[in-house]
């Protein structure tokens, strides 16, 4: 266990996990270091804490911490210079139609059984495809940092996509977000390219999109969103 002292806010532990198994490269062992105690991490704090290469889920804010593999890397988007390509230019077409509606985490049963066709449609099997209301409200809806909940809605108040979003000192942070599976387009390009013109209207510099790992097919999307920084051997580059 040991502390950062670059956190001005507050003095935080971290120590890392046990390994388990890695939930994007098969046959590997991961680890996490994880930020405790988890009621000192506030919106301030957590924002220095995504810029040093964590995230959270719900409450439990970690970073990969691995024994022997760095695959995991973060990046974020340069909202300001991100110029669309050829498919994620079709993408904002054809979706211009949704309305967006922002609102706090709250408890939706509307949005959770999307939830589950995403799960079931997009990722069988993966253990979060289950029905577990309490599973995905830890994850989703509980937070203590500033945390914004957006709804995608068609023409006929249709419920096509929701996004979890945390606001950040200098960006975005995109947590997680899940759609209907059938619906025809690119919905997740979509949802992506909306948080970044929402940078640009905020003028924040960026969008943090989490880990990419060159490896991982699930994660190839996100390289396509340009110009981008990657951080390794923390300094983001």
């Not at 995504?50 to 970690?62: A, C, D, K, N």
């Not at 945390?166 to 759609?179: H, R």
């Amino acid at each position: 266990m040991s502390q950062l002292n670059e956190l001005p806010f507050c003095t935080l532990q971290f120590y890392s996990t046990a390994p388990y198994p890695c939930s994007y490269l098969p046959d590997r062992q991961a680890r996490s270091q994880v930020a405790a105690p988890a009621h000192l991490i506030n919106a301030g704090t957590y924002s220095q804490l995504v810029e040093q290469g964590f995230r959270r889920s719900g409450l439990f804010t970690y970073r990969p911490h691995c024994d022997h593999c760095k695959a995991c890397i973060p990046v974020r988007v340069d909202a300001a210079a991100y110029t669309p390509n050829r498919s994620q230019r079709r993408a904002w077409k054809q979706h211009q139609s949704l309305r967006a509606f922002v609102a706090e985490p709250a408890w939706s049963s509307e949005h959770y059984k999307l939830y589950c066709r995403y799960q079931q449609g997009r990722h069988p099997g993966g253990g979060m495809d289950e029905d577990s209301r309490t599973q995905y409200a830890q994850f989703l809806l509980t937070t203590r940092v500033n945390t914004r909940l957006v709804e995608f809605r068609t023409p006929a108040d249709e419920l096509a996509m929701v996004a979890i979003i945390d606001v950040l000192d200098d960006g975005l942070s995109s947590v997680y977000t899940f759609y209907e599976p059938d619906m025809a387009g690119s919905l997740g390009t979509y949802g992506i390219m909306w948080q970044i013109a929402q940078c640009q209207l905020l003028e924040l510099p960026w969008l943090y999109l989490g880990y990419w790992i060159a490896e991982s097919r699930k994660m190839s999307y996100k390289a396509s969103f340009q110009p981008q920084q990657k951080l390794i051997d923390e300094r983001w580059q």
